[in-house]
C-alpha cells in the first residue's frame, strides 16, 4: 500500500504537528498507510504536549521531491564477479538490457558488463582457459555431478576430438587439465590416471565402474552433460567467471536517494543510457534507463494548517495532493484534479480535526484528544483569541474530557512550557513560529512568540532587529517582522525591518509606531496582522 505523508507548513507549530498526528491516526482507521511527519524540528511547546501525552515525535521529512527511488527501475539486477558470464548474458537478456552491474559478496558496485564485452571474449584467442567453480559449469552446460572435490575450477580446456590412438600419443594430460570426452573410455581411463582437473563426460556417456574408481582415488571432479561434445565445447568457456572478462571499472553510478531533477541534468550532459542506482550503503540495488523517469511514483500527501507553496515542503509541485485540512485563507496552492479540501473560519486546524472524527464515527483515543486540545489550545491561546469560534469551545469541552484534563490550568503549563528562550539562538526565536506570504509580486516574513516574559527580547531589541534587516536583506523579503506575544497581557509587541514601519503604521493607525511598541489586544496573526498588512500592501 502506498505511503499517505500528512505533514503541516515548514516551521510547525502545535496545532500544525497534532493535526498531522490526529489526522494520520484517522486515515489509518480508514485503511490509509498514512504517516505523520514534520518538515523541521519541533518547538519546546510541542516537545513539552508530546511529551505529556507520551506520543512520539513524527518522523522528519527534508522534503518531498520524487527520488530515484520512486522511480519503476529495473531493481535486484546484477551480477556477482563469481557469477559465469553466462548468468550475465541470461540476465541480461531476461530484462531485456544489454549492460548489467558486477558487484562483489557485500553488494558493492565493481564495474558494468556489456553484451558487447561477451561478444569480444568469444572472438578472442583465449577461450580455452577455464577459470570458474565447479557449479558455474554445472549449470552452464546444464550437467549432472558425478565426482566433486574442489569448487574451484582453474584449467586448460582440451577436447577429445580426433582418434584415440592419436590422443593416446600425441597429447598428455596433467591436473591442470580440463577434458571434454564422450563415450571414449580408453581416453576417460587415460584422464582419470593422469589426475587431470575435471572430466566433461558428453551425451550422457556412461562411466566405467573401474574407472570411476580410479577418478575417486586420484579425486577427479566428473561432470555429465546431455549436451553433445560440440555444443559442450563451444558453451564452456560462458562458465568463466565474469571476473576474466575485461568490463569498464569506472562508472557513473546515481544514489536511490537522488532527486530525478538533478539526475535529469546530469543525464541530460552525460547522455549514457543506463546508472547503476546505489543505496546509502554503496550497495548496487539495480539500473536506470532514461525512459524510466516517466514511470516516476509521486508521493502522495495531505497537507494540514496551510495550503500555500511558500509554507510547504520543498517539492511540493511534484507530488499528488488527495487533500487539504486548514484553517487560514486561500493560499497559492492549485491542483490538477478535484481534491478534498476542508476550510473553516476557525481557531485551529485541530477544530475541523475534531469535526471529521465525529462525521466519519470514529472514537478518538485518549492521547490523540490530548493533542488536539493542545493544538486548539496553542492556537487560540486557551479561547483567549479573537480567532476562537464556538465550534473551538465545543471542541475543547469534548477533548479535556477524552484526554482527562483541566484545560485552563493544563493549557496555562503549556504555553508556559514553550515561551522561554533560553538557550535558543535569535535565529531560532525568529524562526520559532515563522511564516512566509506572498502580496503581489513581493514577499514578506511574519514571525510571531507567545511568552510570558516578552523582556527576554525586548531587552536584545536592537540585535533582533539587526537579524530582521540582515534577514529582510539576504532573502529578498520586502520586510520581516517579529510579534511578541503577551499571553498575560494580551497584547503583543512588535518589532521589524527598516521598511516595514510605515506599513505598520498605516495598518493599526499609530503614527508613533516604533519598534517594540505594544499593540492592545493584537495576539492573532491570522486575523490581526496578516490580513491588514496584506491591504495596505495591496493598496
Not at 486515515?27 to 511529551?51: D, R
Not at 493544538?375 to 469551545?393: H, R, V
Not at 523582556?455 to 520586510?479: P, Q, V
Amino acid at each position: 500500500m502506498d505511503k499517505l505523508y500528512i505533514f503541516g507548513h515548514r516551521n510547525p507549530d502545535t496545532d500544525s504537528v497534532t493535526s498531522a498526528i490526529a489526522l494520520a491516526y484517522l486515515k489509518q482507521k480508514q485503511g490509509f498507510n498514512a504517516i505523520p511527519v514534520v518538515l523541521s524540528s519541533v518547538n519546546l511547546e510541542t516537545k513539552f504536549v508530546l511529551n505529556h501525552f507520551k506520543v512520539e515525535e513524527p518522523i522528519f521529512l527534508n522534503d518531498v521531491k520524487t527520488k530515484i527511488k520512486d522511480l519503476n527501475y529495473t531493481r535486484r539486477y546484477n551480477v556477482l564477479e563469481t557469477e559465469s558470464i553466462s548468468d550475465a548474458y541470461h540476465k541480461m537478456e531476461e530484462a531485456g538490457i544489454s549492460k548489467i552491474p558486477v558487484i562483489d559478496n557485500d553488494k558493492k558496485m565493481l564495474g558494468i558488463v556489456s553484451m558487447k564485452d561477451i561478444a569480444k571474449e568469444q572472438f578472442s584467442d583465449d577461450i580455452d582457459n577455464i577459470n570458474t567453480s565447479y557449479d558455474n559449469i554445472l549449470k552452464t552446460i546444464k550437467g549432472k555431478q558425478i565426482l566433486k572435490y574442489e569448487d574451484d575450477i582453474q584449467g586448460k580446456l582440451t577436447v577429445a576430438s580426433y582418434r584415440s590412438t592419436t590422443f593416446l600419443k600425441s597429447v598428455k594430460l596433467t591436473n591442470s587439465n580440463i577434458l571434454i570426452v564422450g563415450d571414449r573410455h580408453s581416453i576417460i581411463e587415460f584422464a582419470v590416471k593422469s589426475k587431470i582437473k575435471l572430466l566433461i563426460l558428453t551425451g550422457d556417456s556412461q562411466i566405467k565402474k573401474e574407472h570411476l574408481e580410479i577418478a575417486k582415488k586420484n579425486k577427479v571432479n566428473i561432470i555429465k552433460t546431455s549436451y553433445n561434445t560440440m555444443i559442450t565445447s563451444r558453451i564452456i568457456n560462458l562458465s568463466n567467471k565474469i571476473s576474466t572478462l575485461k568490463y569498464e571499472k569506472n562508472i557513473l553510478c546515481v544514489k536511490d536517494y537522488s532527486d530525478v531533477s538533478d539526475f535529469l541534468n546530469i543525464a541530460n550532459k552525460t547522455r549514457y543510457s543506463y546508472y547503476p542506482v546505489l543505496n546509502k550503503k554503496e550497495q548496487c540495488t539495480g539500473i536506470l534507463r532514461l525512459p524510466d523517469v516517466n514511470s516516476a511514483k509521486k508521493k502522495k500527501v495531505i497537507l494540514v494548517d496551510h495550503n500555500s507553496y511558500e509554507q510547504s515542503a520543498i517539492g511540493l509541485e511534484e507530488t499528488e495532493i488527495l487533500e487539504i485540512v486548514d484553517h487560514h485563507n486561500i493560499g497559492s496552492i492549485g491542483t490538477n484534479r478535484p481534491i478534498n479540501f476542508r476550510n473553516m473560519p476557525v481557531g485551529s486546524t485541530n477544530t475541523i480535526i475534531n469535526t471529521l472524527f465525529k462525521e466519519n464515527n470514529i472514537k478518538i483515543p485518549k492521547n490523540i484528544a490530548g493533542l488536539m486540545l493542545s493544538g486548539i489550545l496553542s492556537d487560540t491561546l486557551i479561547l483567549t483569541s479573537p480567532t476562537t469560534t464556538k465550534i473551538d469551545k465545543e471542541a475543547v469541552d469534548r477533548l479535556s474530557k477524552i484526554a482527562g484534563v483541566d484545560y485552563k490550568k493544563y493549557g496555562l503549563e503549556m504555553l508556559k512550557a514553550g515561551s522561554t528562550i533560553k538557550g535558543k539562538t535569535k535565529e531560532e526565536v525568529l524562526y520559532t513560529d515563522y511564516k512566509i506570504y506572498p502580496v503581489g509580486n513581493k514577499k514578506i516574513g511574519l514571525g510571531q512568540l507567545s511568552t510570558t516574559n516578552p523582556s527576554e527580547i525586548l531587552n536584545s531589541i536592537d540585535e533582533y532587529i539587526k537579524l530582521l534587516n540582515t534577514t529582510a536583506d539576504n532573502e529578498g523579503y520586502h520586510f520581516v517582522a517579529l510579534f511578541i506575544t503577551d499571553i498575560i497581557s494580551k497584547g503583543s509587541y512588535v518589532i521589524y525591518s527598516d521598511r516595514g514601519e510605515d506599513i505598520l503604521r498605516r495598518v493599526y493607525k499609530n503614527d508613533k509606531l516604533k519598534e517594540g511598541t505594544f499593540l492592545k489586544g493584537i495576539i492573532s496573526r491570522k486575523q490581526q496582522i496578516l490580513p491588514g498588512i496584506m491591504l495596505e500592501m495591496d493598496n
